[in-house]
């Protein structure tokens, strides 16, 4: 089945520093794909669809400056987290669709810890 | 996408069927029934969905109730590491488009040994 590798699984970065998290298809080209945002003990939250060749769409209240969001092949995506604080300490995770199915795989996740 | 209510949590003990209820009254004659589980510290795994008709694969079963207000998710022998959060989702079919599954709570099913 369609797989989506995602890395790194975890990192641990210095506030106001940035952080890069790639996400790629394997085996298939994902035209879209979504990332989320998970808080301990809720649920996932959407932050952004990213879009090949194009700019990416925010969900309200994401700061775009903030999030960036790369997504300049078929395969790969690629989310940084600009300036990080303490409180975008989180869990990221990305998703894409194989066209001509009718299911949404997800990555692995990353776990963002900011000290 | 039609609203749907997950209790938000259960137990179950191990090598029994674990049920799974989900209501989803409002739900269009368009929308279908997506579950997806969420073990802990890794990304959502697509489990099963129907449209109107039970299905069944190698992981679960799904029951649709005849006015398609209510589903069931089954695994029939549950063991530990079915211990997770399942969602479910509803929503037109994942096929046209590329609009992002929405998640809800979900139900954090606990199977004890």
């Known amino acids: 089945g369609a797989v989506v590798s995602q890395h790194p699984s975890w990192v641990i970065c210095k506030s106001e520093t940035s952080v890069k998290i790639e996400c790629r298809s394997l085996?298939?080209?994902?035209?879209?794909m979504f990332w989320y945002r998970q808080f301990p003990k809720q649920s996932l939250m959407l932050m952004a669809t990213?879009?090949?060749?194009?700019?990416?769409?925010?969900e309200q209240g994401v700061e775009k400056d903030k999030f960036l969001i790369n997504h300049a092949s078929l395969t790969l995506s690629t989310l940084t987290v600009t300036s990080a604080h303490p409180e975008d300490s989180s869990f990221y995770i990305c998703?894409?669709?194989?066209?001509?199915?009718?299911?949404?795989?997800f990555g692995s996740g990353t776990r963002l810890t900011v000290v | 996408d039609a609203k749907t209510t997950q209790p938000p949590s259960m137990d179950c003990a191990e090598g029994r069927a674990a049920n799974l209820p989900c209501n989803h009254s409002?739900?269009?004659?368009?929308?279908?029934v997506y579950w997806y589980r969420q073990i802990h510290s890794q990304g959502p795994q697509y489990i099963i969905h129907?449209?109107?008709n039970n299905e069944t694969n190698e992981m679960a079963s799904l029951i649709i109730t005849e006015d398609r207000k209510s589903s069931t998710l089954i695994l029939p022998h549950a063991t530990l590491r079915d211990t997770a959060v399942y969602y479910c989702?509803?929503?037109?079919?994942?096929?046209?488009?590329?609009?992002?599954?929405?998640f809800g709570k979900g139900t954090r099913l606990s199977v004890i040994a």
């Open positions: 990213s879009n090949e060749g194009s700019k990416a769409t925010y």
């Open positions: 989702i509803v929503r037109v079919a994942l096929g046209s488009g590329n609009t992002p599954l929405v």
């Open positions: 085996d298939f080209q994902a035209t879209t």
């Open positions: 129907g449209l109107k």
């Open positions: 998703s894409a669709r194989e066209p001509g199915t009718f299911g949404y795989t």
């Open positions: 409002t739900i269009s004659g368009n929308e279908y």
